[in-house]
């Protein structure tokens, strides 16, 4: 093997970052590839937000021409601000089955964070936890819900070979449409009768008045979430950047908002398993035929995927989570889908954890973080 580290920054070889993927996997029937207009974007430093505040460097591994791996170092300046560290971060990660280039990756990448002088490496996040996050160690036996992760079996273990130590399991639970608990969806609806005699209403998310509902949704977001592990607030832009993306699959009949007296205290988002279209998508282009494709069945998919779920904490413990797992639950009866992936979910998120089994959710895929802490002697 003729193993060469190279650093990309030329727009030809970002390209060749994004597809080699679609190589790796070429044979993987579960395999997702993503889409290629969103990917450049992400990695462009003149649309994607992200880079107005941190810095990322990607790396290509070739054997004789051919590439073989990539990974991405990350500095992530508003976590580390936010959490008063002093971390870095990998993501993108994909290397064929061989150690020897998966620890060159990995060993450029720290060495790229190593001299920013970081005290230790989390990941893999791409680019941070507001991005896709989380290595899969469970659950290779089906496809991934829209906007999860994806790996081969082997990352686990090169990773930790490599010196990684699970910091954090991240867990999706798949609630079953004809199996989700009679009793807790009965529940659900005395929790809403009882909240609207006290100014509480749950109603769906406006698409028409979409820029104004966003600035609602991002005030509740950095409040709910704040004490969340691994939490890193949106900038104003990140999280305008990220609504308009979402805003082609957003679907009134599964996205809510909770309102006390007028001010947004919570809101649940869930999207049409797109990944069911995009698994036809040959290297994840959007030609005209796939686009009209994506719009005509984005309804029709199986399955769903609840995104995002919170409360700010004052109202938390008022059934106000439960009556969205209900809304959502109830919508998916009507349109007959299968089921609805809630994720991910904390391990340490006690309260989510027992949410999503109450509604006889079963944990059926788990992601990971890891971390490796850096000497500098």
Known sequence: MNLVIKE?????????????????????PFY??????????????????????SEVQLFLAFDHNKIVGRIAAILNNNYNNYHNSNIGFFGFFDVI???????????????????????????????ST????????EGFEESPKVMMTY?????????????????????????????????????SKRFETRLKQSG???RPLNIKNWKEEIKRLKI?????????????????????????????????????????????????????????????SKKGRLFPF??????????????????????????RKKGIEAIFFAKNIAEAKRRKIIGGEASWILENNDMMNVAAKKLNGKKYKTYRLYRLNLNHG
């Open 220 to 280: 509740v977001y950095n409040q709910a979430w704040e004490k969340n592990w691994g939490f890193v607030p949106f900038t104003d832009a990140e999280f305008d950047h990220l609504a308009e993306g979402l805003k082609m699959l957003a679907d009134p009949k599964f996205c809510y908002i909770a309102e006390a007296k007028g001010k947004t205290i919570g809101f649940s988002i869930t999207l049409p398993n797109i990944n069911e279209i995009l698994i036809q």
């Open 200 to 202: 509480i209403i749950i």
């Open 151 to 187: 790996n081969a079996r082997y990352y686990q273990s090169f990773i930790e070979r490599f010196g990684f130590i699970k910091e954090m399991d991240l867990f999706a639970y798949m609630i079953k449409t004809d199996e989700a608990s009679e009793r807790s969806l009965k529940l």
């Open 32 to 53: 997702v590839p993503e889409l290629y207009i969103g990917m450049s974007e992400l990695l462009n430093e003149q649309k994607n937000p992200f880079f107005n505040h």
């Open 97 to 127: 089955e061989n150690f020897e280039v998966a620890k060159a990756l990995l060993e450029r990448a720290k060495q790229w964070l190593k001299d920013k002088n970081v005290d230790a490496i989390l990941g893999p996040t791409n680019f």
């Open 290 to 315: 796939t686009l009209f494709n994506l719009l005509l069945n984005k309804k029709k998919t199986k399955y769903v995927r609840i995104l995002a779920l919170g409360v700010i904490e004052a109202y």
């Open 130 to 137: 507001n991005d896709t996050a989380g290595l899969l160690v």
């Open 8 to 28: 990309i920054n030329e727009k030809k070889d970002k390209r060749a970052f994004i597809d080699f993927p679609h190589q790796l996997y070429s044979k993987d």
